[in-house]
Every structure is written in structure tokens, then in C-alpha cells.
């Protein structure tokens, strides 16, 4: 799941999914560990290595993440009345590109060390700042951010126990090594994602807006569970920002500079 939103500008809609995949998205802890080490003390049950650990387990374990080097997936981008056909190429560590297919409308946007967009229609290519750039690179992180936190200069806190969707649970919190935070809610049943907090600007510009991204869909993809779909909403009002689809992953495929290059060069 990514960090970045589809959003309109001056220059037409830019896409950003919040993945899954969040969306690769995205798309929200210190544990650099596998599931396979035993010979250490059991964590605290509410620990932020145990709730780690645990989803590790649900989802297929530490080590079948970590052998998944590229993803490509397929699926709708829906924001307000705005509705398209997407598809993400993404490739460790932190290459990642996403296509996005309306009526009239091509676009392309990716990171390759830096965040870039480009419009088909006007043949123009952009490379962000700011803002912009900070989202499609925190974006472009392959996998989680608690995932092996440590080794990518994160720190993960334990924020408390809570109830999400009438569902007992635990809170996370990951500050990321350039200061910005996002929080993870884990169901204590299943151990799985089942939301992502964070704030930030929407469409890259103006005050940061609160939201709550739903992990919904789970499937096994590569010998892993992966969410399919993502449901952002608005946190103060509850208002719908953003859903998007996946229908189709796969991983570890070969992803070259067709793939994954800036168009136009």
C-alpha cells in the first residue's frame, strides 16, 4: 500500500494508491527477525514484536515475505465520482511505477530514487518536490513499514489495546526514519492488518487530513496473504476519500525498464 493518492491538479489527475497494497498500497515495527528464532525470550503477548510476529504468522511467515522481490498487480482506482483502471509494477527495494487507464485520460507516475509523473496526453513529464516527492517515496517502500523497521532507520511504538470494528485489537505506531508517523491497528484474533491511520496533505497541498484506510480481501498471493482491497475514509466526518481494487497480483515476475521506466525516454 502506498502513501499516495490519485489526485487531481493543474495538470490533470495524478494517481497515488494508498497499497495495499496501498492502496501497495501500500499500501503501519521494529522486528528484524524471523518467525524461525526461538532462542530468545517470548515477547510480552502485547508487544510490538509479538503483534509483529503474529501477523508474520498469519500471513505466511517472515522468510516467504521477505523471497517476494516484485509485484504486479491489476484493479480499479475510485475516488469520488472519478473511476480507473490501474495496474502497479513494484520491485524491491524501492522501484515502483502505476498506470492509470480512464476514458481520454493516460497517466503514469512512478520512483525510481526519484518520485515522477507523466501525462500521456500532454507528453509532459514532471519531477515532484516537496510534498509530492516525499509521498511517492515513502509510497515506493515494497514492503510495510514495521516490516524490518530498524534496518530502514524506522521506530515502531505500541500505541494501546482497542476495539476496531466491534474487534479487539492493538495499535502500532511506526515514525519513519524522516519524521512522518502512520499507525497500524492489528485484529488480536487473526493478527492481520485490518487499518491504516495517517495524515497527510490531500493531493500534496494544503493542511494534512486524517484518514483511516480499511485492509479488507485478504488472499494468498506467492505463498502469502495479501489484502485486495482498501477503503480510505475521511476520520473526522467518516467521508468516503478513496477505494481501490486489486483483482489481480502476481509475484516475483521479471519487471525491467518497460516496466518500470519513465515513459517518453
Excluded at 489526485?7 to 490533470?12: F, I, L, P, V
Excluded at 503514469?108 to 501525462?119: A, V
Excluded at 516537496?130 to 515502531?156: L, M, N, P
Excluded at 515514525?175 to 495517517?198: H, M, N, P, Q
Aim: with cysteine; proline share 4%.
Amino acid at each position: 500500500m502506498s502513501d499516495r493518492r490519485m489526485h487531481r491538479s493543474g495538470d490533470g489527475v495524478r494517481v497515488s494508491i494508498a497499497l495495499v497494497c496501498a492502496l501497495g498500497a501500500a499500501s503501519i515495527v521494529a522486528c528484524t527477525h524471523s518467525t524461525s528464532r526461538t532462542s530468545e525470550a517470548a515477547p510480552a503477548p502485547d508487544s510490538p514484536d509479538a503483534i509483529i510476529a503474529h501477523y508474520y504468522r498469519a500471513i505466511g511467515g517472515h522468510d516467504r515475505l521477505e523471497s517476494i522481490t516484485s509485484r504486479h498487480m491489476w484493479g480499479v482506482y475510485s475516488e469520488g465520482k472519478f473511476s480507473a483502471t490501474t495496474d502497479m509494477a513494484w520491485k524491491r527495494p524501492m522501484w515502483r511505477r502505476v498506470n492509470v487507464h480512464a476514458p481520454g485520460y493516460d497517466y503514469s507516475e512512478g520512483f525510481d530514487s526519484l518520485t515522477w509523473e507523466y501525462g500521456f496526453q500532454t507528453r509532459k513529464m514532471i519531477i515532484d518536490t516537496g510534498v509530492a516527492a516525499d509521498a511517492g517515496r515513502r509510497g515506493a517502500e515494497f514492503d510495510e513499514s514495521f516490516v524490518d523497521a530498524t534496518s530502514k532507520g524506522h521506530q515502531v511504538s505500541l500505541v494501546g489495546a482497542e476495539r476496531f470494528a466491534d474487534r479487539p485489537a492493538h495499535r502500532l505506531r511506526v515514525s519513519l526514519a524522516d519524521g512522518w508517523e502512520k499507525e497500524y491497528v492489528f485484529d488480536d484474533s487473526t493478527g492481520l492488518i485490518v487499518a491504516l491511520r495517517k495524515a497527510m496533505p490531500v493531493h500534496a497541498t494544503g493542511a494534512p487530513v486524517t484518514s483511516v484506510t480499511v485492509y479488507d480481501d485478504w488472499r494468498a498471493e506467492g505463498g502469502v496473504l495479501q489484502p485486495h482491497r482498501f477503503i480510505e475514509r475521511e476520520l473526522q466526518t467518516g467521508r468516503l476519500m478513496s477505494t481501490l481494487q486489486w483483482d489481480s497480483i502476481r509475484t516475483n515476475v521479471d519487471l525491467g525498464e518497460r516496466e518500470l521506466g519513465r515513459p517518453g525516454n
